[in-house]
């Protein structure tokens, strides 16, 4: 498999808070932000109105905060490196370590950006590698509950790591909820791939529906102006662990 070759990247947000990527002179949309803008979360949207700007400010902050700490931490032992851990990260941390040991985890890329021509989306997953003995595209979230829109993600990436040749088309997927509470690690192995990219698929052309004004002359769609190319499928509907 080829690696994908990129000069330095630039990532920016623009005037609507839509997160964009620059790659090789060419713009492609965020995954994130198809799926952060194109599907509704009516408990966050009632939490927010229930609760004061300047909190809600401070909470997601903090949140941010801890999901990047933790996950430069995470880089770093899977880099083969020994972070400094704050005390008060050493319990999800601990988990994490007990975790990878359990899953014979074996990282061939680890927080690398991956890009689509066709779709014009670009994103960075965390980890792509062996666990449990499969070839598989994961990310990690460290959460309360697990977000069913994890697995769309995931296959926005798998999408650009086949089309850039650097995944094979039987890659699977797996979503690592490390829980903000009990810090138990919780894998979420997805059995129908098919199902979960064109879900992401279908949260693209919302998007495009929703913010069309917004986006119009700002990225191409080159997909729309030829023959669609089939992505590799696996049938069904179900997420398990």
């Known amino acids: 498999m080829a690696e994908s070759e990129t000069t330095q990247p630039v990532k920016f947000e623009d005037e609507n808070g839509f997160g964009w990527a620059v790659i090789n002179g060419k713009t492609y949309l965020r995954v994130t932000s198809v799926l952060g803008f194109a599907v509704a979360n009516k408990k966050l949207e009632k939490w927010f109105k229930k609760n004061s700007e300047r909190k809600v400010e401070k909470i997601r902050n903090d949140a941010l905060k801890m999901g990047a700490d933790l996950h430069d931490i995470y880089w770093r032992i899977l880099s083969g490196q020994e972070p400094e851990v704050p005390q008060h990260y050493l319990r999800y941390v601990d988990s994490f370590r007990n975790w990878i040991e359990v899953s014979r985890a074996k990282p061939q890329l680890l927080e690398h950006l991956v890009w689509s021509d066709r779709y014009g989306i670009a994103g960075t997953f965390d980890y792509f590698g062996e666990l449990d003995g499969k070839l598989v595209v994961a990310d990690w979230k460290n959460a309360r509950r697990y977000d069913i829109t994890t697995g769309w993600q995931l296959a926005a990436y798998r999408i650009c790591g086949i089309e850039l040749g650097i995944m094979p088309d039987d890659v699977g997927l797996v979503g690592i909820q490390i829980d903000k509470v009990t810090a138990n690690v919780r894998p979420f192995w997805y059995q129908h791939i098919d199902f979960v990219t064109q879900k992401f698929l279908c ?22 102006k030829r023959e669609a190319v089939s992505i590799p499928q696996t049938g069904g509907h179900h997420v398990v662990e």
């Open 203 to 224: 949260a693209l052309e919302i998007f495009k529906g929703l913010y069309f004004h917004r986006i119009n002359g700002k990225i191409d769609w080159p997909y729309l």
